[in-house]
């Protein structure tokens, strides 16, 4: 099986999961599913920004390295939305934001992987 195959079998397993996971499992994500996710968010923030993927690593500053806006967030959280069969309320994810301020890529992939395992109730903000 070539490469690309594999890849594309692990990412749809990967996501399958992790849609099984958020429909009400509350559990730990693995290594290769914060990757993916990982992955996936440096790969949206590349297309938003104009840059190569390999060239956004986790210590990028989202805002004067990327110069993401409000707009690219939500952009984000409709895609994660779409991706996952998440029901978002956009006023709660905002409000979560506003308090708990991310800076990096990589503060930004650790928030959202405790979102998708759980840890983090938007409802509570």
């Known amino acids: 099986m070539s490469d690309v195959m594999e890849y594309t079998v692990d990412r749809s397993e990967l996501t399958n999961g992790l849609k099984g996971m958020i429909r009400g499992e509350r559990r730990d994500l693995t290594p290769a599913e914060r990757k993916l996710v990982g992955q996936e968010i440096i790969t949206f923030l590349a297309e938003q920004c104009d840059r190569d993927p390999a060239s956004v690593g986790r210590d990028a500053d ?11 967030f939500l952009e ?44 983090i109730d938007l409802a509570a903000n």
């Open 76 to 119: 984000l959280f409709q895609e994660l939305e779409s991706q996952y069969d998440l029901n978002l309320e956009i006023r709660a994810v905002a409000r979560y934001a506003r308090d708990n301020p991310v800076h990096t890529v990589g503060e930004l992939v650790d928030q959202i992987c405790l979102f998708l395992e759980k840890r």
């Open 62 to 72: 989202l805002e004067h390295d990327l110069g993401v806006d409000s707009l690219t």
